[in-house]
């Protein structure tokens, strides 16, 4: 298969604990989220490859790549995966996505503080937590966790390419879509204010699953080593921002 990207791929730089580092670019206007992926506002994000695949995945490794772009009121994040055996079966918020064709992305806003687990399903479908110590215990899936409820999760805008069910898994190679929209203050009702624009580092990982599909995998940008386990915070690469550029930026950077 060609690269799926019209665009050329920016090398990743790594950082000084070898963490790889992905650069948000500024959104001079405020993407849609249904656009074509070579849309002129979303070509302006760098594109990240999620191809560390774990050794236990199948033969089957999509070709997945990410995107974010940011402003004043929070992320826009978009994945497209050129994939095969599409699996799409939970329609519930909350629900166990992972299972499905899905994409993630996890983001640690603040070092000292959790992160989100953004999962979505190729038809758009959520899962949402926020995860101050993801150590597995008996009789819970972490350590300190809280589930992001449904009306706060509601303020996350979420488009698809897929419909939301897919009963029977579609066996030839199929391109599909998912963008959506982080409102910076939905973050900061967990972790507390977030500058305005946030030009320091972030923490965070891009991930690939299909974990009850008939052909498993799971895929990660920054590398998650021998354990099959995505909730590893010290694995996670650097997010870093680029300075906004706008007069609307600057006039938000004069008021502190």
């Known amino acids: 298969m060609n690269n799926i990207s019209k665009k050329q791929f920016i090398p990743v730089r790594r950082s000084v604990n070898s963490a790889p580092v992905y650069e948000i670019s500024w959104a001079s206007e405020a993407p849609l989220l249904s656009a074509d992926w070579d849309d002129s506002t979303w070509s302006t994000a760098r594109t ?10 199948s033969s089957h490794r999509p070709q997945t790549e990410a995107r974010v772009l940011y402003d004043n009121d929070g992320l826009y994040v978009s994945f497209r995966s050129h994939d095969q055996y599409v699996r799409c079966v939970h329609t519930t918020y909350q629900s166990r996505v992972s299972q499905d064709s899905c994409v993630e992305f996890f983001v640690q806003p603040q070092s000292n503080r959790g992160y989100f687990n953004f999962e ?15 150590t597995r215990v008996d009789g819970a899936l972490f350590r300190k966790y809280q ?19 897919i009963p029977a898994e579609i066996q030839e190679p199929t391109e599909w879509r998912v963008s959506w929209f ?41 590398p998650i080593g021998e354990q099959l386990r995505f909730h590893q915070p010290d694995c996670f690469g650097n997010l870093e921002f680029s300075r906004a550029k706008s007069p609307l930026n600057r006039e938000h950077l004069s008021r502190g």
């Open 120 to 134: 979505v399903n190729c038809g758009g479908t959520m899962l949402l937590f926020y995860i101050e110590d993801p």
């Open 182 to 222: 982080i409102p910076f203050s939905m973050m900061e009702r967990f972790v507390g204010p977030i500058a305005k624009p946030p030009l320091g580092q972030w923490r965070g990982n891009f991930f690939k699953c299909g974990d009850e599909t008939s052909h498993p995998h799971w895929a990660s940008w920054a």
């Open 48 to 57: 990240v490859k999620i191809d560390h695949f774990h050794p236990a995945s």
């Open 147 to 165: 589930e992001v409820s449904p009306d706060i999760a509601r303020d996350v805008r979420m488009y698809h390419s897929l419909p939301q069910n």
